[in-house]
């Protein structure tokens, strides 16, 4: 059960009780990030060694970069899809800590399995499985954040977790880049997935699912006019005493006043009981139809869908082929091309960095500002990352090496947070499994549908270099999307707090109306 929303750091509340919520949260997001990072490091333990594998099973180049750079990853994405929106619809309405640990033990028992393969076949549908976490984890994660951070604060926590997901895909090709050579490219798949099965576990013993709608801004200040009308919520979470002179409440007057406030005090946990079953906004856990063409009908929604499937083909690009590329196509050793990826994924944690914190900054000053550094920044990408594509091979200067995969990886950090914050700031809080939902089975489908479309274009155009010259467009489109989002995303909040505003007040309205029949005269 979670916790109410009368024990989330009330100003009145004792400073244990501060630092003890402090505690629970910190302990919320290490599990849950420590497990985004190994989660997110099975993702590309294949490519490093995508040629090693394709003489093991007698492929070809071309059946190389079809068979286990685009047909895999789309297997790995299309479960993760469909996955995706079952995973986001469920954390609506279940307990997030063990619908997490579900979606994480199938997904990394899929992994460790992969260690036994011995054919594609069986490579293939154990790759196709893990997918399942990967896709089904996100929405339950960003959801669980926007419970414990301000609208102000979440573009920080969600860089946060997306930099959790870079270092676990940076972490995942340096094992498979460094250990492949030497081990075989089976280990690094029981490396990752055992520690991340205990996670999870550890996380499903030990962490409560956080209250819904808790951190909302209108459920904040009307916690405040409750107590600036005269409740004393000192000891919020048990029967209070309410400061009324004796001699105008009788003892069961004053039973009345405590349970009134006791239901004033917990507006949250009955959001928490409307979604498992009760009516919230005056809809029931049948009317999911209704909340995704409400989602759709959000041009905020809309323009975050639209970014995600072109910008994530580029992705596809860096994490399925660009080491093999790299080790293969311009002369690297596998382990040159494995610290030349990881330098993009240096610059992809501080581009991370800079969203989240550049998106606080910006929103503080005005909510629509964030989008136009999420645009600038993933159009800028694609310049350093066609020089990396073009100019870098293995006679290229380290330093020059470095900075462009430093400075491409930057570009494209810098909007993944910012996007999942705004996601977060313009939905209610049961609805953000289904959008994160959306938002993902539209990556999804550029994740998987990118490496097939680059392996295709890689046999129609004649070659890696000029197919992923084209690929690399997509985060124009990616970009464009996000600058468009400026127009609508100020609107589009603003109408989310007044829809939460209006129904936090029919909720508190009986309560208030049986407090002043008992004010003194």
């Known amino acids: 059960m979670s916790t109410p929303l009368c024990q989330e750091e009330s100003e009145h509340a004792p400073p244990e009780s501060k630092d003890q919520e402090r505690r629970r949260r910190n302990w919320i997001v290490f599990l849950y990030g420590i497990t985004t990072i190994l989660l997110f490091a099975d993702q590309n333990l294949l490519a490093p060694n995508l040629t090693a594998i394709a003489k093991e099973f007698g492929f070809d180049d071309d059946e190389r970069d079809k068979k286990l750079g685009g047909d895999i990853a789309l297997a790995f994405f299309l479960?993760?899809?469909?996955?995706?929106?079952?995973v986001g619809v469920l954390a609506d309405k279940w307990n997030r800590s063990l619908l997490f640990a579900m979606t994480v033990g199938i997904g990394e028992g899929a992994c460790l399995a992969t260690f036994f393969s011995t054919t594609y076949q069986q490579l293939y549908v154990l790759r196709a499985i893990t997918g399942f976490s990967v896709g089904g984890a996100l929405p339950i994660i960003?959801?669980?954040?926007?419970?414990?951070?301000?609208?102000?604060?979440?573009?920080?926590?969600?860089?946060?977790?997306?930099?959790?997901?870079?270092?676990?895909?940076?972490?995942g090709q340096g094992l498979a880049g460094y250990l492949g050579p030497t081990f075989g490219w089976r280990l690094p798949f029981i490396v990752v997935s055992a520690p991340a099965l205990i996670c999870a576990v550890v996380l499903l013993l030990t962490v409560k699912d956080p209250e819904r709608g808790a951190k909302e801004k209108a459920i904040i200040q009307q916690r405040e006019r409750i107590g600036n009308e005269g409740i004393d919520d000192?000891?919020?979470?048990?029967?209070?005493?309410?400061?009324?002179?004796?001699?105008?409440?009788?003892?069961?007057?004053?039973?009345?006043?405590?349970?009134?406030?006791?239901?004033?005090?917990?507006?949250?946990?009955?959001?928490?009981?409307?979604?498992?079953?009760?009516?919230?906004?005056?809809?029931?856990?049948g009317s999911n139809i209704r909340t995704l063409t409400?989602?759709?009908?959000?041009?905020?929604?809309?323009?975050?869908?639209?970014?995600?499937?072109?910008?994530?083909?580029?992705?596809g690009i860096v994490n399925t082929y660009l080491t093999d590329y790299l080790a293969t196509d311009r002369g690297m050793t596998v382990e040159g091309a494995t610290t030349t990826v990881l330098m993009?994924?240096?610059?992809?944690?501080?581009?991370?960095?800079?969203?989240?914190?550049?998106?606080?900054?910006?929103?503080?000053?005005?909510?629509?500002?964030p989008s136009l550094l999420a645009g600038c920044m993933?159009?800028?990408?694609?310049?350093?990352?066609?020089?990396?594509i073009n100019a870098i091979d293995s006679e290229s200067n380290i330093v020059l090496m470095t900075v462009v995969s430093f400075v491409s990886g930057l570009g494209s950090g810098v909007t993944g947070p910012i996007v999942k914050a705004t996601l977060q700031n313009i939905t209610l809080p049961t609805s953000r499994g289904l959008a994160f939902a959306l938002l993902n089975?539209?990556?999804?489908?550029?994740?998987?549908?990118?490496?097939?479309?680059?392996?295709?274009?890689?046999?129609?155009?004649?070659?890696?270099?000029?197919?992923?010259n084209v690929g690399v467009l997509g985060w124009i489109l990616c970009g464009l999307f996000n600058l468009l989002v400026f127009f609508t995303v100020e609107k589009d909040e603003q109408k989310m707090q007044a829809i939460l505003s209006q129904e936090v007040a029919r909720r508190v309205e009986p309560q208030k109306k049986q407090h002043s029949r008992h004010d003194p005269i």
């Open 142 to 171: 960003f959801s669980v954040l926007a419970d414990l951070y301000e609208a102000q604060q979440r573009p920080a926590a969600a860089a946060g977790v997306t930099m959790g997901c870079g270092i676990g895909i940076a972490v």
């Open 294 to 315: 409400s989602l759709l009908s959000t041009p905020t929604v809309v323009l975050m869908m639209l970014q995600g499937a072109p910008g994530c083909v580029p992705w």
């Open 378 to 388: 993933a159009i800028f990408g694609c310049i350093p990352l066609w020089i990396l």
């Open 79 to 86: 479960l993760g899809a469909p996955a995706s929106f079952v």
């Open 234 to 285: 000192s000891s919020c979470g048990s029967p209070c005493d309410i400061a009324m002179a004796p001699t105008f409440l009788d003892a069961q007057e004053e039973k009345d006043e405590k349970d009134a406030y006791n239901e004033m005090n917990s507006i949250t946990r009955e959001l928490e009981e409307a979604v498992n079953g009760d009516i919230l906004w005056k809809q029931r856990w």
């Open 344 to 369: 993009f994924g240096v610059g992809v944690s501080a581009g991370l960095v800079v969203g989240g914190a550049g998106g606080n900054y910006l929103y503080k000053i005005n909510p629509r500002y």
């Open 441 to 468: 089975t539209f990556d999804d489908f550029g994740r998987g549908l990118g490496p097939v479309f680059v392996a295709m274009l890689i046999v129609q155009i004649g070659g890696r270099r000029q197919a992923f």
